[in-house]
């Protein structure tokens, strides 16, 4: 199970200025044994810290920054989308399959 939150480089440069730390790219991990799990549903963590990421805080940055996750397979990104309630902050279509090597990503 792959999934990585991801920036445009035009937002790392803006998140840099603003005098934040921000890769392009960042491991997320879903759990499903986490506090912040609500009904079962899991919970993601970023990185090795093990910050939570919280479906509102997922919704701030695709509107301020354009980010998105990338996941592996659909059955992932369901339990990302499940995850963030993406249903409620209208953001279900950031969360997407990578493409297959030499295929273009349907985000950008």
Request: glycine letters at 8%; aromatic letters at 6%.
């Amino acid at each position: 199970m792959k999934i990585r939150l991801r920036f445009p480089p035009e937002s790392v440069a803006l998140i840099r200025e603003m005098g934040l730390r921000q890769l392009p790219s960042e491991t997320l991990r879903w759990v499903s044994d986490h506090p912040d799990s609500s009904y079962g549903l899991g919970a993601i963590l970023r990185g090795k810290s093990g910050q939570s990421l919280s479906g509102r805080a997922f919704a701030t940055m695709v509107e301020n920054f354009g980010a998105w996750i990338e996941t592996d397979s659909e059955r992932t990104a369901r339990r990302v989308r499940n995850a963030l309630a993406t249903f409620l902050t209208e953001t279900s279509e950031s969360v997407i399959v990578a493409p297959a090597k030499g295929e273009k990503c349907p985000r950008r």
